[in-house]
């Protein structure tokens, strides 16, 4: 699960949970925005240069969006993993020189301490480097949830969680959501439950492909 480090998620990630534990994907935009805002506000030279760092990785990315998980992996095993080697060596020493008080050895202390999910995507050319792609399509709901203040109830929120995470599968898949939920809902009523997969908005979009060719 690639996510930021809000403490609500950490149940996930403990070794006695039931079914085992979730592997954590930790979240480079949040880690570099402890930097970022300390150089911003401080002009703190340290925090500049991590900032640097970290968009170099960044740049990585940008060259590699897109790309089949494959070539991203060996990418960055050539480029990026070089880069995130010297960057904890770096922030390290840096660590060293600071007052544990201040707060460029915080930002430090908060990559340091959750290093081994933040370089997670340098194994799995599935992941990101950062979960923006999440918050983006979450930001409908941090709007809206001003005007609708509550969900009712925790089945509410269940079933709102369930209703946009379709919506915003569809979205990446380039469905129209409208169009999707419209044949799916008046198909749901005679379609088998053993072929439910064939409704998913991937699915749905290959065989309306197929039919359109």
């Not at 690639?2 to 039931?18: H, P, S, T, V």
């Not at 170099?56 to 050539?78: M, S």
């Not at 060596?89 to 990559?111: F, N």
Request: proline share 5%; hydrophobic share 45%; charged share 25%.
């Amino acid at each position: 699960m690639q996510a930021d480090a809000y403490a609500g998620f950490n149940r996930l990630f403990e070794a006695g949970r039931k079914g085992g534990p979730i592997t954590a994907a930790m979240c480079w935009a949040h880690a570099r925005r402890k930097f970022f805002d300390v150089a911003r506000l401080n002009k703190a030279p340290i925090a500049i240069e991590a900032v640097a760092r970290i968009d170099a990785l960044f740049a990585i990315e940008r060259d590699i969006n897109g790309k089949p998980p494959p070539e991203r992996q060996r990418v960055r095993a050539e480029h990026s993993r070089p880069l995130a080697a010297e960057l904890k060596l770096w922030l390290q020493a840096q660590r060293a020189k600071l007052s544990a008080h201040s707060e460029t050895a915080k930002a430090i202390r908060y990559s340091l301490n959750r290093w081994s999910g933040l370089v997670r995507f340098l194994d799995d050319g599935r992941l990101c480097m950062s979960n923006n792609a999440a918050e983006r399509a979450l930001r409908c709901v941090a709007v809206g949830r001003h005007n609708w203040t509550f969900a009712g109830s925790d089945e509410g929120g269940r079933r709102a969680a369930a209703i946009y995470t379709l919506v915003e599968t569809c979205k990446l898949n380039g469905v129209d959501p409208r169009a999707w939920l419209a044949d799916v809902l008046a198909r749901l009523p005679d379609h088998p439950a053993r072929r439910i997969g064939e409704l998913l908005p991937w699915n749905w979009k290959r065989d309306r492909i197929m039919v359109a060719a």
